[in-house]
């Protein structure tokens, strides 16, 4: 079984659409995460969340959204995707104390036309 | 702000050498340090966590060591294969999320 599973592996849109990627953990964690993996291939922390509630926000442009329905999920929403957008992202989890841990799902490859 | 840096960037060796990739970070109150492989096009994998009041950790052919007075952190990978090849990345725990070095690119030659 999956731990940390992400939908879709790829996502192809137009400027100016908007997307989600889902994310969802089955290894029963409190701490969920998104991070951006960019073209030069750094991977920077963007959001995380611990208990459905946002505990971290990095200087991310208001149009990325993290929604958490529950503990075991973390969406990410993107509304007017820019060409910059275009990443790979990350969802992670992991059990507090922050000493845990983190479990990375496959990514999701993010191209913006 | 915790700053993490992976020298050298890029790193070529024949098959069978011993190598060392180094991880350098700049504030040493942190809770542990991972080690992952990235392949291409691919997701990260951990190869081994070290907790911060730990020295090293081994897996395989795989040790990590950990100063964390010194904040720093080597990967050591013995008797090197091709199936090596990939990009090695240093992320350090200082809180609730990871902060990533820049990542060696290693190939192994045959």
């Known amino acids: 079984d999956t731990a940390v599973s992400q939908t879709p592996k790829y996502l192809v849109t137009q400027m100016g659409n908007d997307k989600s990627i889902k994310c969802e953990q089955n290894?029963?964690?409190?701490?969920m995460y998104w991070y951006k993996q960019d073209s030069k291939k750094f991977l920077k922390i963007m959001f995380s969340y611990n208990n459905k509630e946002l505990i971290i926000n990095e200087t991310v442009p208001n149009r990325f959204s993290p929604k958490s329905p529950d503990k075991a999920h973390l969406n990410l929403h993107i509304n007017s995707l820019e060409l910059g957008d275009s990443a790979v992202y990350f969802c992670?989890?992991?059990?507090?104390?922050?000493?845990?841990?983190?479990?990375f799902g496959p990514g999701t490859r993010l191209t913006v036309l | 702000k915790q700053e993490v840096t992976q020298i050298p960037a890029a790193l070529s060796v024949p098959e069978g050498e011993n190598l060392v990739l180094n991880c350098s970070f700049t504030?040493?109150?942190?809770?542990?340090l991972q080690w992952f492989r990235q392949d291409p096009g691919k997701g990260l994998t951990s190869l081994l966590l070290?907790?911060?009041?730990?020295r090293e950790q081994t897996s395989g052919r795989l040790n990590a060591s950990l100063d964390k007075s010194s904040g720093r952190s080597t990967l050591y990978i013995a008797a090197s294969q091709p199936g090596d090849s990939a990009t090695y990345l240093c992320?350090?725990?200082?809180?609730?999320?990871?902060?990533f070095g820049k990542g060696t690119s290693l190939l192994v030659t045959p």
């Open positions: 992320a350090v725990n200082s809180g609730y999320a990871l902060n």
């Open positions: 070290i907790q911060s009041s730990q």
């Open positions: 504030d040493s109150a942190i809770y542990n």
């Open positions: 992670a989890s992991s059990q507090p104390p922050q000493g845990n841990e983190q479990f």
């Open positions: 290894l029963g964690h409190d701490t």
